[in-house]
């Protein structure tokens, strides 16, 4: 257990609609970054927040949007979801060290 | 821009047979690697990383790694494979500034024979 929630653990939906995954952060970790992980792109780095603030940003769409909130926790939104979207979104947790911690992963599935 | 290569899509051994997975990568100063775990349906797990120093690192599981920076390679081995090990493996490069998000490897599956 790498101490990084996300919630759900799966979630399956419409193409059109908006969805928001969740993510908790390990206990004082304040960097937070989101990964999809697909078969046709594998892992991709989406965005990055660190202690409530947008650090880095990678291959991440418009429909696509993230904030951290106060208690750290993050969330990662979804919108005008296509056929393509359906992925694995993993959630992954920093702390002073340089290794990132993994979350179990929400996995979206849009018909 | 940083790349991971893993050359091998999928690597079959037998139960108790050595293995080494291959990473190659790409990235313009001394890189921070690691190497992660997936098994089927469960997310990302840290087996080890590089940083500086020994260029032999040893992680969890039975694991080491080791860096070439002549070969620009960080593969993994194992000296006795178990059937538990059978699962994807991805190496990961990470930049030396604060974003420090992973660039990562297609991912090698793992497949282990009785």
């Known amino acids: 257990d790498s101490g990084v929630t996300q919630t759900p653990k799966h979630l399956i939906t419409a193409t059109g609609q908006r969805v928001t995954l969740r993510c908790s952060p390990r206990?004082?970790?304040?960097?937070v970054y989101w990964y999809q992980q697909s078969l046709d792109q594998g892992l991709q780095f989406l965005i990055q927040y660190y202690n409530g603030e947008e650090r880095a940003k990678g291959n991440i769409l418009e429909r696509f949007s993230a904030q951290q909130f106060p208690d750290l926790h993050s969330e990662l939104n979804l919108s005008s979801l296509e056929l393509g979207d359906s992925a694995l979104y993993f959630c992954?947790?920093?702390?002073?060290?340089?290794?990132?911690?993994f979350g179990p992963g929400t996995r979206l599935t849009v018909l | 821009a940083q790349s991971v290569t893993q050359p091998d899509i999928h690597i079959t051994v037998s139960e108790g047979a050595s293995l080494e997975l291959r990473c190659n990568y790409s990235?313009?100063?001394?890189?921070?690697l690691f190497w992660y775990v997936q098994s089927p349906g469960q997310g990302l797990q840290l087996l080890l990383k590089y940083f500086s120093g020994d260029t032999l690192v040893q992680g969890i599981k039975g694991f080491e790694a080791e860096f070439k920076r002549s070969q620009s390679s960080f593969n993994l081995r194992k000296p006795s494979v178990h059937w538990s090990d059978a699962a994807e493996y991805f190496c990961?490069?990470?930049?030396?500034?604060?974003?420090?998000?992973?660039?990562f490897g297609g991912g090698t599956r793992l497949m282990v024979k009785p």
């Open positions: 206990s004082g970790d304040l960097s």
């Open positions: 990961a490069v990470g930049p030396n500034n604060a974003g420090n998000m992973l660039t």
């Open positions: 992954a947790s920093k702390g002073s060290g340089y290794e990132q911690f």
């Open positions: 990235y313009g100063a001394t890189p921070y």
